[in-house]
């Protein structure tokens, strides 16, 4: 058997047993020197030969020609949006005096207060005003210390949050305080009866 020593003319060695990342039907990226020093040449931006024309250099003006900040339009625009950020971050939005349930473990948070319902797990999180919600579920588990809470909204959709209580105990606590919040904001359409005289 004969076997060619040197260099390899021919197209690199393709599949998933030298490329990880490799999926059937797709075709390889462009490889080589050629191919790259093509596409250079071929990009905006670029002088015939192959140099990157720097704009920047191009388009900035000269050291007596310089702007005010507040000369063009979108800088006035950003600085009227950064004065309505300054003036939100001062006067915070005021709490009213109502039940307000947390739980939380290392993973996942629930809070419901006034605003709503807001569920995070991880780095993913959601939110629901009352108006979006249909119901609001608790279960916890018959072994062990998962308390879940699911909140279903009208379109039939269902999301689920399990935190991991430090004893059991925490379950009666974190039901009574969550019914607390229920009472006072979630209004579930159903008409209380008249009191008859």
Do not use: N
């Not at 462009?30 to 030969?49: F, H, L, N, S, V």
């Not at 609001?136 to 269902?158: C, I, L, N, Q, S």
Request: aromatic content about 6%.
């Amino acid at each position: 058997m004969e076997q060619r020593i040197g260099s390899s003319s021919s197209k690199p060695l393709e599949g998933a047993g030298f490329d990880p990342a490799f999926i059937p039907g797709l075709t390889a990226p462009a490889t080589g020197r050629e191919e790259d020093a093509k596409d250079t040449k071929d990009a905006p931006g670029t002088d015939g030969d192959g140099t990157v024309a720097d704009a920047a250099t191009e388009a900035a003006p000269e050291a007596g020609e310089s702007e005010k900040p507040g000369d063009s339009p979108a800088a006035e625009a950003a600085e009227a949006v950064e004065a309505a950020e300054e003036s939100e971050d001062d006067e915070p939005e005021p709490a009213p005096d109502g039940p307000v349930f947390e739980a939380s473990d290392r993973r996942a948070a629930l809070v419901a207060d006034h605003r709503g319902v807001r569920l995070r797990l991880d780095d993913q999180e959601c939110e629901f005003r009352w108006d979006e919600i249909g119901a609001v579920e608790t279960e916890t588990a018959r072994f062990g210390k998962r308390y879940t809470v699911t909140v279903h909204t009208p379109d039939r959709r269902w999301y689920p949050l399990e935190i991991d209580a430090d004893s059991r105990r925490r379950f009666a606590e974190w039901d009574a305080a969550l019914d607390e919040v229920l009472d006072a904001y979630f209004d579930d359409g159903a008409e209380e009866p008249a009191d008859r005289v």
